[in-house]
């Protein structure tokens, strides 16, 4: 089989490699020229563990292909993804810009019958636009070509992105023809024989799948969060109740670890687009507009507690953040609770010195020098009033505790994830912060 996949990001880029990686003939297009013609190079955009060496394998086999041109992309090829970016628009719904512009562009060089897959997280009825943009373009070139669209939204995290693709608890596919079933059961073929299960279902269902499924991860980690909340005020350990309820089957353990608020590209913007919808067609989500508020207010909980310990003077104060990512292993700054967290100290006259294992590159594109970058984890701590730890990368897991003390100034740790013992930082002399359980101040 040849297919195109059409943006070449985080979707896109591991979409292409994994179906080069089965023996698929594969074209990756962007309009960015810059990553294209890197890409060309053996120079991977973005920080994905495993992809490198994914991506080089798979073009030395003469599977993976790189290139600007739609069209060319299109020669012979019987499936078309489109995994460009659906970005929030103003109002919090999707913005279909780019996937209806490589909808219209495929519509005018399209020269045989080929199944347009989308791939991006769209709206439902977004297939169905794709379906009008392309034909409009076909009506204007005067010609008749079949095609079809389908729906297969994208289920990978970012940082297990190779594993989450080629081992995937679903695959969702939405189809309203039977050769396109075809085609996708085809493309599918060796995942569904290693084991992973293929749901076929309609169009609208698919789009509506992939929107739910975020809507419900981030209803677990606002929960989780709003419960730590109350742990704080009652006394309790938001590490028991949470052993304690993920025991449950019927609950899991999976989820439901209170933090600093979620970040990234999917979940704030899929929220977003879902309530949008949802009032779009008069239904109000109030269990969602809640989940927005409670992480909201997550993000800036790092921040409050240690203006709190400050008696609400950061004036002066140098402060080390470990973690930039909105999770760890990715690059991926997108609404990550590390910025808010960060401008707040600043408008509150602290200086910030920060560190993350691959996001310093993507933080100085993003905040540019408004903070210090340091060169290691406890670089980062030199002369520091208090640490907060925003994302639990492995490598802060260890602490070195008589390194610190000898580089901070001040004895403070706010850990926003709870990888740290209270006990432990007591007997090793800091004052400490966490997420529901009882600080040791
Ligand atoms: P991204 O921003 O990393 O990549 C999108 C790419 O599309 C960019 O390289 C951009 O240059 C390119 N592009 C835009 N218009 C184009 C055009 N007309 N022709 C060719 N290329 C074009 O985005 P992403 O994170 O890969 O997300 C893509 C989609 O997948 C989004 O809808 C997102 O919600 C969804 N999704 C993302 C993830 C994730 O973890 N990142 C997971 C599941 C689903």
């Known amino acids: 089989m040849k297919i195109s996949v059409v943006g070449s990001g985080y979707v896109g880029l591991v979409t292409g490699t994994c179906f080069a990686e089965t023996g ?20 991977i955009p973005i920080y994905e563990p495993g992809l490198d060496d994914l991506v080089k394998r798979n073009v030395e086999k003469g599977r993976l292909f790189f290139t600007t041109s739609l069209k060319d992309s299109l020669v012979d090829a019987d499936v078309l993804f489109i995994a460009v970016g659906t970005p929030p628009d103003e109002d919090g719904s999707a913005d279909l810009k780019y996937v209806l512009g490589v909808a219209k562009e495929v519509g005018m060089y399209l020269d045989h019958y080929m199944v347009v897959v989308t791939k991006s997280t769209v709206p439902v009825g977004t297939s169905h636009k794709v379906k009008k943009a392309l034909q409009d373009e076909l009506n204007k070139r005067g010609i008749i070509q079949q095609f079809d669209v389908a729906s297969n939204p994208e289920f990978l995290k970012e940082g297990n992105a190779i594993e989450d693709f080629l081992k995937p608890d679903r695959i969702v596919c939405g189809v309203e023809s039977e050769e396109a079933k075809i085609m996708l059961e085809k493309l599918y073929k060796p995942f569904v024989l290693n084991g992973h299960p293929i749901l076929f279902m309609d169009i609208p269902s698919s789009e509506l799948t992939k929107y739910a499924a975020n809507a419900m991860l981030a209803t677990k980690i606002s929960f989780m969060n709003d419960i730590a909340s109350l742990c704080e005020l009652v006394g309790a350990d938001v590490n028991w109740v949470r052993k304690g309820i993920g025991s449950d089957s019927r609950i899991g353990n999976k989820f439901i670890y209170p933090g600093a608020g979620y970040g ?65 292993n990715t690059d991926d700054m997108r609404e990550a609770p590390a910025l808010v967290i960060i401008k707040m100290l600043l408008e509150a006259g602290a200086t910030v010195r920060v560190y993350d294992p691959v996001a310093m590159q993507e933080s100085v594109h993003r905040i540019g020098n408004i ?42 740790i706010v850990d926003g994830r709870n ?23």
């Open 24 to 43: 698929v003939t594969v074209t990756c297009v962007d309009i960015d020229q810059k990553k294209i013609a890197n890409l060309k190079k053996g120079i």
């Open 264 to 328: 990234g590209s999917c979940f704030p913007k899929d929220v977003k687009a879902i309530i949008r919808t949802s009032d779009e067609y008069g239904h109000s989500l109030k269990i969602l507009k809640s989940v927005e508020e409670v992480n909201d207010k997550q993000k800036e909980v790092l921040f409050h507690k240690i203006n709190k310990h400050f008696n609400g003077n950061l004036k002066g104060k140098k402060i080390a953040i470990w973690g930039l990512s909105f999770k760890p």
């Open 371 to 412: 903070v210090e970058y340091a060169t290691d984890a406890y670089d980062a701590t030199i002369d520091a009033d208090a640490l907060l730890l925003v994302t639990e990368w492995s490598e802060f897991r260890m602490l070195n505790f008589p390194m610190l003390k000898k580089l901070m100034r001040g004895h403070v």
């Open 419 to 441: 990888i740290y013992e209270p006990e432990e930082m007591k007997s090793n002399g800091f004052v400490y912060y966490c997420i529901g359980r009882k600080p040791n101040a």
